[in-house]
């Protein structure tokens, strides 16, 4: 059940990129005709180019380039090379790089044939020119293939281009792109290279970094992908404004996790994680989160419901509020019979279903109405308006009041555009329930229209009047007729038709959000769909792993729950870990620690924990023991492990210590019997992390 | 030569110079030459073509594309080796780690009965890459023809004066060639020279006359006119294949063709848009407007956070910091500490987007100090979403 929820949620995900991808693809296949044009035009010389602006949500662009690589791979090029800046500090190594990628490339599709050339191949310093040869031969030899190995039918070409991706064009070497580009534009005709820059700002950085003697080599193209903030909302459409997925976030729920996105990161990647984790949760704790799922799926489930379950059934707050708004018989029935409260489940999900379905057509219907709105009182997207529901009755807040007000001064066009689209909400889904809505919509549209018409026909009776006005020329009883014509406006503006009709629109919508945008918590049952722990969530989310590693290293029993590790305050357990005993050893002084103490009191600890007598240990064992606590914390792996212990070591005995001499640091330790300064968790993280790095 | 003269245009007098510097084929010749000259003046072009017409032994290095010296002398020893052995048998590749490897080697090369008694020209173009390699090369080049006791003349070709070349401990001293700029009249006549056949010369020059009109001002690379005239010249026939005008018409096709070049000046030449679109745009014949170039895309998208981030580092960067007290002391509690739990992962991210640039040496383990490097509007840009008013903290604008 969890992972068949999951599987969808993965599918949807794949969708949405798959998408991006085939925007992606559309724009390449043009470009590549492009490259093969301009493969003719040889002393033109320019390299083409895609710039593809991603968007500061660096986290993502992996999977997206990854699948851009599957595509291309399988549509375009068999060549298809990413290069990412750390690797290529210089022009040597980019060369390297992107040789060993090349011919990766190729033996993949080669079926791998020539293993034992490859060895020897890598340690050739690469030029481009070796490239170029290669590429040659590489080219000719599938040539003659070709005929053999049917192959997917674009790369048919008699010179697959070579697509170069540069993941992350911002931090790369100025000096090493610039000449890269020298270079390979002089190669060009025999090397068919496409460039891709992955770019994370804006596409004024390529000409920040290419002077315009290198940028003339280039033949960019801009592609822009979605910004994150579309992404977001198109993929909480798919997923939460649907009745597709029957599970939901409460608001709090869902302020979390969008919070996370707009203040932290911008990652859709961690935003779908977040969702994936709020999912786990919920099938987690809620025991009746079986009946999480589609609805006939769901009513299977009811008739195999345990007691256990039934009980659970009943102690939901929410089912317990309706049971006391039922007659007393009724109660006594739900309360008791079971096979009775299984069938009002049903009946209830059900209900909960349609409600779902309502809901979120009137939500979007809503939007429409609001999203255009000067200054957004119920905000411009449609996730803000549905927190906003979600949080309280709607039609209790300001805001929405504020809403109704600016909709009945709007003009009747802006307002036909709205019913337009609202229409074509109502008309996309297939729902039943609200035909008779649409039906009003519909109305609602035709009446504006004939409105049109009428409107018409008076100004012209108007303005027929007003031509008869005009033609007498006493300039008293033009004054008169004027003032007439005045009075007789101001009349019909009292009560021109359109804006009682604007009225009964606003009224209408009034109705529509009253009867159908109730909140979710007034539902029976709801806590079944409903995931509302926002505190867990953010606990885990937001996490602060300087505590979490302290609470590890202080209390091992927390995470591990093995029996033998809980202890009394104040004690020091000898079976528990030994980077713990270390931690916690050092935490007993406040803010000066001698660091031969330090390692002979672990040494006592740990022997004690051994039960061995102290002289049959060698004095080598011992040495090791002793030097346990220093090693540890200088190879501890995370840059928080080693902030906790912030240790401010003499650089000598540190690079002993790296070069794993334990001796020769022991020595320095001793001999100038150094007082290692321990500036207890604050100071000196980094020089710790730089120096275990 | 009346087929140099033909091929090589407003480059008489360097020809003649050069050619009489050649002298005859076993003719010891200067040991080496230096050619600079601004981008596209013909250097290469010319030693090129001077060269191959003249069917000298000769040997063609861009040291762009040798970025170790071990590649840039294995390419020049394969090269030759490829010259002095006869057609088709491919001989094995060299290897050669040092300078002294290559002088030995070179020796041994030219000993070949193809390259004896004629001059072995070494052409290093883009020359000004060689003073980043080993502080030997360039003299050892220089007197190349001294080491290896062979008839060799190495050719550098440079965009930087000599003046910037010399080293510090002295070295012999090339024959030093300057190709001055090409003058308005020469462009005219170098970009007229290469007609499409399908009109009459007197048309393309007329072309190139209107051409040089609106660009001459603003860039003088040959290269890039170049590409100019050949991507705007479809524009150009376009009324005399509709029949709306005939070729000599002049008049009529400067007014379709001068607003055109005027859009032409303001984006492709700029690269704001590529070449590729702009041919898609003359051929649907729309509104450049509508495409919008590279540099219109400046907006950012930033975190909430990261917004505040850079803006501190913005007024950190610009203001003194003795002036923090004023600012921060009046407004009290204005920017409001924020609980940044991921602050430092977000500053190194900043980094790397290029937004914030690591200032003071590297080796400094603690505390790093970063400097914001975007512009003024971008900021206000940044500001405004967040509803900070920037210009009331910044010191400049008091």
Same mark, same amino acid.
């Given at each position: 059940?969890?992972?068949?929820?999951?599987?969808?949620?993965?599918?949807?995900?794949?969708?949405?990129?798959?998408?991006?991808?085939?925007?992606?693809?559309?724009?390449?296949?043009?470009?590549?005709?492009?490259?093969?044009?301009?493969?003719?035009?040889?002393?033109?010389?320019?390299?083409?180019?895609?710039?593809?602006?991603?968007?500061?949500?660096v986290?993502?662009?992996?999977?997206?380039?990854?699948?851009?690589?599957?595509?291309?791979?399988?549509?375009?090029?068999?060549?298809?090379?990413?290069?990412q800046a750390k690797d290529c500090p210089d022009?040597?190594h980019?060369?390297?790089?992107?040789?060993?990628?090349?011919?990766?490339?190729?033996?993949?599709?080669?079926?791998?044939?020539?293993?034992?050339?490859?060895?020897?191949?890598?340690?050739?310093?690469?030029?481009?020119?070796?490239?170029?040869?290669?590429?040659?031969?590489?080219?000719?030899?599938?040539?003659?293939?070709?005929?053999?190995?049917?192959?997917?039918?674009?790369?048919?070409?008699?010179?697959?281009?070579?697509?170069?991706?540069?993941?992350d064009?911002e931090s790369f070497t100025t000096k090493v792109?610039?000449?890269?580009?020298?270079?390979?534009?002089?190669?060009?005709?025999?090397?068919?290279?496409?460039?891709?820059?992955?770019?994370a700002t804006?596409?004024?950085?390529?000409?920040r970094m290419?002077?315009?003697?290198?940028?003339?080599?280039?033949?960019?193209?801009?592609?822009?992908?979605?910004?994150?903030?579309?992404?977001?909302?198109?993929?909480?459409?798919?997923?939460?404004?649907?009745?597709?997925?029957?599970?939901?976030?409460?608001?709090?729920?869902?302020?979390?996790?969008?919070?996370?996105?707009?203040?932290?990161?911008?990652?859709?990647?961690?935003?779908?994680?977040?969702?994936?984790?709020?999912?786990?949760?919920?099938?987690?704790?809620?025991?009746?989160?079986?009946?999480?799922?589609?609805?006939?799926?769901?009513?299977?489930?009811?008739?195999?419901?345990?007691?256990?379950?039934?009980?659970?059934?009943?102690?939901?707050?929410?089912?317990?509020?309706?049971?006391?708004?039922?007659?007393?018989?009724?109660?006594?029935?739900?309360?008791?019979?079971?096979?009775?409260?299984?069938?009002?489940?049903?009946?209830?999900?059900?209900?909960?279903?349609?409600? *779902?379905?309502?809901?979120?057509?009137?939500?979007?219907?809503? *939007?429409?109405?609001?999203?255009?709105?000067?200054?957004?009182?119920?905000?411009?997207?449609?996730?803000?308006?549905?927190?906003?529901?979600?949080?309280?009755?709607?039609?209790?807040?300001?805001?929405?009041?504020?809403?109704?007000?600016?909709?009945?001064?709007?003009?009747?066009?802006?307002?036909?555009?709205?019913?337009?689209?609202?229409?074509?909400?109502?008309?996309?889904?297939?729902?039943?329930?609200?035909?008779?809505?649409?039906?009003?919509?519909?109305?609602?549209?035709?009446?504006?229209?004939?409105?049109?018409?009428?409107?018409?026909?008076?100004?012209?009776?108007?303005?027929?009047?007003?031509?008869?006005?005009?033609?007498?020329?006493?300039?008293? *009883?033009?004054?008169?007729?004027?003032?007439?014509?005045?009075?007789?406006?101001?009349?019909?503006?009292?009560?021109?038709?359109?804006?009682?009709?604007?009225?009964?629109?606003?009224?209408?919508?009034?109705?529509?959000?009253?009867?159908?945008?109730?909140?979710?918590?007034?539902?029976?049952?709801?806590?079944?769909?409903?995931?509302?722990?926002?505190?867990?969530?953010?606990?885990?989310?937001?996490?602060?792993p300087r505590?979490?590693l *302290?609470?590890?290293?202080?209390?091992?029993?927390?995470?591990?729950?093995?029996?033998?590790?809980?202890?009394?305050?104040?004690?020091?357990?000898?079976?528990?870990?030994?980077?713990?005993?270390?931690?916690?050893?050092?935490?007993?002084?406040?803010r000066l620690i001698?660091l031969?103490?330090?390692?002979?009191?672990?040494?006592?600890?740990?022997?004690?924990?051994?039960?061995?007598?102290?002289?049959?240990?060698?004095?080598?064992?011992?040495?090791?023991?002793?030097?346990?606590?220093l090693?540890?914390v200088l190879q501890c792996p995370s840059i928080y492990f080693s902030s906790l212990f912030s240790l401010h070591f003499p650089v000598r005995t540190f690079r002993a210590f790296q070069r794993?001499?334990?001796?020769?640091s022991?020595?320095h330790l001793?001999?100038s019997?150094f007082i290692i300064v321990l500036i207890i968790r604050n100071q000196k993280i980094k020089s710790c992390k730089r120096y275990i790095q | 030569?009346?087929?140099?003269?033909?091929?090589?245009?407003?480059?008489?007098?360097?020809?003649?110079?050069?050619?009489?510097?050649?002298?005859?084929?076993?003719?010891?010749?200067?040991?080496?030459?230096?050619?600079?000259?601004?981008?596209?003046?013909?250097?290469? &072009?010319?030693?090129?073509?001077?060269?191959?017409?003249?069917?000298?032994?000769?040997?063609?290095?861009?040291?762009?594309?040798?970025?170790?010296?071990?590649?840039?002398?294995?390419?020049?020893?394969?090269?030759?080796?490829?010259?002095?052995? /006869?057609?088709?048998?491919? /001989?094995?590749?060299?290897?050669?780690?040092?300078?002294?490897?290559?002088?030995?080697?070179?020796?041994?090369?030219?000993?070949?009965? /193809?390259?004896?008694?004629?001059?072995?020209?070494?052409?290093?173009?883009?020359?000004?890459?060689? !003073?980043d390699?080993?502080?030997?090369?360039?003299?050892?080049?220089?007197?190349?023809?001294?080491?290896?006791?062979?008839?060799?003349?190495?050719?550098?070709?440079?965009?930087?004066?000599?003046?910037?070349?010399?080293?510090?401990?002295?070295?012999?001293?090339?024959?030093?060639?300057?190709?001055?700029?090409?003058?308005?009249?020469?462009?005219?006549?170098?970009?007229?020279?290469?007609?499409?056949?399908?009109?009459?010369?007197?048309?393309?020059?007329? &072309?190139?006359?209107?051409?040089?009109?609106?660009?001459?001002?603003?860039? !003088?690379?040959?290269?890039?006119?170049?590409?100019?005239?050949?991507?705007?010249?479809?524009? &150009?026939?376009?009324?005399?294949?509709?029949?709306?005008? /005939?070729?000599?018409?002049? !008049?009529?096709?400067?007014?379709?063709?001068?607003?055109?070049?005027?859009?032409?000046?303001?984006?492709?030449?700029?690269?704001?848009?590529?070449?590729?679109?702009?041919?898609?745009?003359?051929?649907?014949?729309?509104?450049?407007?509508?495409?919008?170039?590279?540099?219109?895309?400046?907006?950012?998208?930033l975190?909430?956070y990261s917004?505040f981030i850079l803006i501190a580092a913005y007024l950190a960067s610009y203001n003194p910091a003795r002036t923090d007290k !004023?600012?921060f002391?009046?407004?009290?509690?204005?920017i409001?500490k924020t609980?940044f739990l991921k602050k430092h992962e977000k500053i190194t991210s900043l980094v790397t987007l290029q937004l914030l640039t690591l200032v003071g040496h590297d080796d400094q383990l603690d505390g790093p100090k970063y400097k914001c490097t975007v512009s003024?509007?971008?900021i206000?840009?940044?500001?405004?979403?967040?509803?900070?008013?920037?210009?009331?903290?910044?010191y400049?604008?008091?």
């Amino acid at each position: 059940m969890k992972s068949e929820t999951e599987r969808l949620q993965e599918e949807l995900n794949k969708n949405l990129f798959d998408s991006l991808i085939e925007f992606l693809q559309k724009s390449h296949s043009g470009f590549q005709k492009n490259s093969r044009d301009w493969g003719c035009q040889i002393k033109l010389r320019e390299i083409p180019t895609a710039a593809l602006v991603l968007g500061v949500n660096v986290t993502d662009h992996d999977l997206t380039f990854r699948s851009l690589t599957e595509v291309l791979q399988n549509n375009v090029t068999p060549y298809v090379v990413s290069l990412q800046a750390k690797d290529c500090p210089d022009m040597k190594h980019f060369l390297q790089k992107l040789a060993s990628q090349l011919m990766d490339c190729n033996v993949d599709v080669q079926s791998k044939e020539k293993e034992s050339v490859q060895v020897t191949q890598k340690k050739i310093h690469y030029s481009m020119d070796s490239l170029s040869t290669w590429y040659m031969s590489v080219t000719q030899k599938t040539d003659v293939k070709m005929p053999r190995k049917k192959r997917t039918p674009p790369s048919q070409w008699q010179s697959p281009p070579v697509v170069l991706i540069l993941k992350d064009m911002e931090s790369f070497t100025t000096k090493v792109l610039q000449d890269f580009i020298i270079i390979s534009s002089q190669h060009l005709h025999e090397f068919p290279l496409i460039l891709i820059f992955g770019i994370a700002t804006s596409p004024v950085v390529v000409h920040r970094m290419l002077p315009h003697a290198v940028s003339s080599l280039l033949c960019i193209e801009l592609f822009q992908s979605l910004s994150c903030k579309e992404h977001l909302t198109t993929v909480l459409d798919k997923l939460l404004l649907t009745t597709q997925f029957p599970f939901k976030l409460s608001e709090k729920v869902l302020q979390v996790l969008t919070n996370i996105f707009l203040y932290h990161d911008f990652s859709i990647q961690n935003f779908i994680k977040g969702l994936q984790l709020s999912l786990l949760e919920h099938f987690y704790s809620q025991p009746l989160s079986v009946l999480c799922c589609n609805l006939p799926e769901a009513k299977r489930r009811i008739n195999f419901l345990s007691d256990n379950q039934c009980e659970n059934i009943r102690r939901l707050p929410s089912f317990r509020r309706y049971v006391e708004k039922q007659a007393s018989e009724k109660q006594v029935a739900l309360l008791t019979n079971e096979r009775f409260l299984k069938e009002e489940t049903q009946s209830l999900l059900e209900n909960l279903h349609v409600y *779902h379905t309502n809901y979120f057509l009137v939500l979007r219907c809503l *939007h429409q109405f609001t999203s255009s709105l000067p200054k957004y009182p119920l905000g411009r997207q449609i996730r803000e308006l549905y927190c906003t529901c979600l949080e309280k009755n709607i039609r209790d807040s300001e805001e929405y009041a504020s809403a109704l007000q600016l909709l009945r001064m709007l003009a009747k066009d802006e307002l036909m555009a709205m019913l337009q689209k609202c229409f074509k909400v109502f008309k996309s889904s297939s729902e039943k329930q609200l035909g008779n809505t649409a039906k009003r919509i519909e109305e609602f549209l035709a009446q504006f229209q004939s409105l049109d018409a009428e409107a018409k026909e008076e100004e012209e009776d108007t303005s027929e009047s007003q031509s008869k006005g005009l033609q007498k020329t006493d300039l008293y *009883h033009l004054q008169k007729s004027l003032l007439e014509m005045k009075e007789l406006r101001r009349a019909s503006k009292r009560q021109t038709k359109f804006e009682v009709l604007r009225e009964q629109l606003v009224s209408f919508i009034d109705s529509l959000a009253r009867e159908y945008l109730l909140l979710p918590e007034t539902q029976p049952l709801h806590e079944v769909l409903y995931f509302s722990a926002a505190h867990t969530l953010r606990q885990h989310l937001n996490a602060a792993p300087r505590i979490a590693l *302290h609470t590890a290293l202080n209390n091992p029993y927390y995470y591990l729950k093995n029996e033998a590790l809980r202890s009394e305050e104040g004690c020091i357990p000898n079976v528990a870990p030994d980077i713990c005993i270390a931690y916690k050893l050092h935490l007993e002084c406040s803010r000066l620690i001698n660091l031969v103490d330090w390692s002979e009191a672990f040494a006592t600890v740990v022997t004690a924990a051994e039960k061995m007598d102290a002289n049959s240990v060698t004095s080598e064992e011992r040495n090791e023991i002793i030097q346990y606590p220093l090693k540890s914390v200088l190879q501890c792996p995370s840059i928080y492990f080693s902030s906790l212990f912030s240790l401010h070591f003499p650089v000598r005995t540190f690079r002993a210590f790296q070069r794993g001499d334990i001796n020769q640091s022991r020595k320095h330790l001793d001999s100038s019997s150094f007082i290692i300064v321990l500036i207890i968790r604050n100071q000196k993280i980094k020089s710790c992390k730089r120096y275990i790095q | 030569m009346p087929h140099l003269e033909n091929t090589v245009l407003c480059r008489e007098s360097q020809v003649s110079t050069l050619q009489s510097l050649f002298g005859e084929r076993h003719h010891f010749s200067f040991p080496s030459i230096f050619i600079y000259g601004h981008t596209a003046s013909g250097k290469t &072009y010319v030693t090129q073509t001077l060269l191959k017409t003249l069917e000298l032994p000769h040997v063609f290095v861009n040291c762009v594309e040798c970025f170790t010296l071990r590649l840039l002398l294995e390419q020049i020893l394969n090269k030759l080796n490829h010259l002095s052995s /006869s057609e088709g048998e491919y /001989s094995t590749q060299i290897t050669c780690e040092t300078f002294n490897d290559f002088v030995r080697l070179f020796k041994q090369i030219t000993k070949a009965e /193809s390259l004896k008694d004629q001059t072995v020209y070494i052409v290093l173009d883009k020359a000004e890459y060689l !003073r980043d390699m080993e502080a030997y090369l360039l003299p050892g080049f220089l007197r190349l023809q001294e080491l290896t006791d062979r008839n060799v003349t190495v050719i550098f070709l440079s965009e930087i004066v000599w003046e910037k070349f010399r080293p510090n401990t002295g070295c012999f001293e090339p024959f030093v060639l300057y190709f001055p700029d090409y003058s308005i009249g020469n462009l005219q006549k170098i970009l007229s020279h290469d007609h499409p056949p399908e009109y009459s010369a007197d048309f393309y020059a007329a &072309y190139i006359n209107i051409l040089l009109g609106v660009f001459y001002t603003v860039c !003088r690379d040959l290269k890039e006119l170049r590409h100019l005239a050949v991507l705007n010249f479809p524009k &150009y026939c376009e009324p005399v294949v509709k029949g709306e005008a /005939s070729e000599r018409d002049t !008049r009529k096709l400067w007014r379709n063709i001068e607003p055109h070049l005027k859009k032409a000046m303001q984006t492709v030449y700029l690269r704001e848009i590529s070449s590729s679109q702009w041919e898609k745009l003359q051929k649907d014949d729309t509104d450049p407007g509508q495409l919008k170039g590279l540099s219109a895309y400046t907006h950012v998208e930033l975190p909430y956070y990261s917004k505040f981030i850079l803006i501190a580092a913005y007024l950190a960067s610009y203001n003194p910091a003795r002036t923090d007290k !004023r600012f921060f002391l009046k407004h009290h509690g204005k920017i409001k500490k924020t609980n940044f739990l991921k602050k430092h992962e977000k500053i190194t991210s900043l980094v790397t987007l290029q937004l914030l640039t690591l200032v003071g040496h590297d080796d400094q383990l603690d505390g790093p100090k970063y400097k914001c490097t975007v512009s003024l509007d971008f900021i206000r840009a940044i500001a405004r979403t967040v509803n900070f008013d920037i210009i009331k903290y910044l010191y400049d604008f008091l």
